[in-house]
């Protein structure tokens, strides 16, 4: 058994436990910069929070201006800030665009330099100001990750800075704090969830030799990732559907924010594939939200997979209640079955060409998708950009049945098994590394 596990020092999870930020703030020193965006800025709750770190004896200085998909610009900014107050620790609240930012102003602030200086692996020289994550989206997990997604204006795909000092110190999960998320959002963000689970679940699984974890920060499939993996399958296929029908169900608010925290533990130390290199030039092009890319993506990628990972769709198909089957490969079937008629119950589109995706820009994504180094190298079936054209030009069509026909009908996958890889060939660490999450 192998395993690597890496998460913040403190989870605490639970309807309220956001009452828990006053004294914990107060536990990091006297000044606080509270990093958030104009709507929660102005919501009673948030007022309500921030009073209390007051209250507490902590001088607070709130950072309002978080953009979605984080600009470096807006990193820049809160940088700035940070450096006029000096805080003794960084809270992020808001939904995974207000997390990485929060992780990006600790870093820049704690070692200076530039977004630019950073990204990729393990360019963290040390840790950073402690950070307190406080989620309000569930979700992209961000409250438990080594990774800021960002946009940066010079570079077409988003970029992404990794490395395990950008694990906030603390997470405190509230679900309570999602209530107002709208079904739109509920849908999206839960689907960017549910493809964490399911991406980390089925990732490439390397040799154990000793040292993975000191040279990647993302290691594959592992023990530990398997059992929040599958348990977060479990719980978001559970809630995902009903609470998008109706988002007062504080109960599915809980199971989906509990799931959501559990993927993200999962794909914090395993890593994401295919759908995730798929989506940036995906979302790219067609300025779809993150989790409604990866999500329209993921049954496509699923079927391609299909050959090195019956068994672990078998087990997804299961965690989803699926009806038990003596066939391995059935259920694995059903298993995608069940992801895109789930998807398609939350109203995530089947097809890229729903998604405004143009068919004559199939190459481009396909070639951009491949410069995703790390979430391609991580992927369970190896990945040359003949495969990301036929993923693409099946999942523009909404073609699964060319992915997995040659399977069910005993010929063979569409892609070769002597490509299959040995998972322990492709340990080659990539000389750049662009992409995250
Ligand atoms: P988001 O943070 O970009 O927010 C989207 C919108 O939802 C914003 O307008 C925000 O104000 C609103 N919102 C957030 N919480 C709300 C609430 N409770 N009620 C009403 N409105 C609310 O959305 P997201 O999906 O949470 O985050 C997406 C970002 O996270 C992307 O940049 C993506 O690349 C990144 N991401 C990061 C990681 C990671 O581990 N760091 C993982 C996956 C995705």
Known sequence: MFGTFRSPKAVYFGAGQRALLARIVAGFGQRTLICTDERLASDPVFGALVESVTRAGVAVTVFSRTLPDVPTSCVEDAASVARQIKPDSIVAIGGGSCLDLGKMAALIHTHGGRPQDYYGEFKVPGPVLPIIALPTTAGTGSEVTPVAVLSDPDKVLKVGVSDPHLIPSVAICDPELTLSCPASLTAATGADALTHAIESFTAIRRSEEAGLP???????????????????????????????????????????????????????????AAAHALQYPIGALTHTAHGIGVAALMPYVMAFNLPARAAEFAAIAEAMGVEPDDSQDALALAAID????????????????????????????????????????????????????????????????????????????????????????????PSVEIQSS
Do not use: C
């Open 338 to 429: 069940a992801v895109a008629a789930l998807y398609g119950e939350i109203g995530i589109p089947a097809t890229l060409a729903e998604l405004g995706f143009p068919e004559d820009r199939i190459e481009w994504a396909a070639e951009q998708a491949m410069t995703a180094a790390r979430l391609v190298h991580n992927n369970p079936v190896a990945l040359e950009l003949a495969d990301m054209k036929t993923i693409l030009t099946a999942a523009y069509h909404g073609d699964r049945t060319s992915l997995t026909d040659g399977r069910a009908n005993g010929r063979g996958p569409v892609h070769s098994v002597a490509r299959l890889q040995t998972e322990t060939a492709r340990g080659r660490i």
């Open 214 to 272: 000191l040279e990647r920060v993302f290691v594959g499939k592992n023990a530990i990732s398997d059992h929040h993996a599958l348990e977060a399958v479990r719980l978001i296929s559970g809630a995902l559907a009903g609470v998008v029908g109706d988002g007062t169900r504080l109960d599915l608010r809980e199971q989906m924010m509990y799931g959501a925290m559990l993927a993200g533990q999962a794909f914090a130390n395993a890593g994401n």
